[in-house]
């Protein structure tokens, strides 16, 4: 199959972009922090090796077309041209037309919308131009940002999984939020 080759989506106020080689520090800001990573099952990162071997993760999925990661970049401000986050599709099922969806903002972006308005844009792109049918996402059950951020774009709890993963030495149920094309399409353009 065909690599995921570069583009840019463009939102009011970020630019996504494929991961690069020279991203590795501005990640592992974010991911070294550890109220991010509270959520994870990887623990807050602790060299900048770690950001490296990651990105290098990130590139094979760009080439082998198992994980399309964006990174997300403002436009304009105090940090234009900073890395300040990441959605990234992943788990892809093409016969049944469906992927995870997996997203993570330095601390100091939170609540500004930032992750909502980045996850509208993959979120048509996945549906529009991969054409596929479902997205799903995999949460921690304590995760109320996580949560609401997934409510206030449409995607409709549906199930809970018990003891799914390790979240450092914790054992972690996952609650698993699910969005269909055809209620993203009627959400977007509701039937006047
Ligand atoms: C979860 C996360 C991505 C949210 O990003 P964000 O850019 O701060 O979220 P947004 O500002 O786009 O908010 C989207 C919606 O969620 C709500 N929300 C966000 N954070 C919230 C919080 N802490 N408590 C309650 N609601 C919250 C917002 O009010 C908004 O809903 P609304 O438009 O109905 O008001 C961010 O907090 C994060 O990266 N956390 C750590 C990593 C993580 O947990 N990733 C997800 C793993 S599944």
Known sequence: M????????????????FVEPGDAEALFRIMSVEATMRYFSSTPWQALSQAVDNIEQTLKGYRDRTALRL?????????????????????????????????????????????QEALRAVIDYAFETLQLRRLEADIHPDNIASERLLQSLHFQREGHLRQRWYVGDEVSDSIIYGLLRQDWQAAIHPAQ
Not at 2 to 17: C, G, H, I, K, V
């Open 2 to 17: 065909e690599m995921f080759t570069p583009f840019t989506l463009q939102t009011a106020r970020l630019t996504l972009r």
């Open 71 to 115: 990174a997300m970049v403002p436009r304009d401000g105090e940090h234009a041209g900073e890395v300040i986050g990441t959605v990234t599709l992943y788990a892809f099922d093409l016969r049944n037309k469906r992927c995870e969806i997996g997203y993570i903002l330095g601390q100091p972006h939170w609540g500004r919308r930032y992750t």
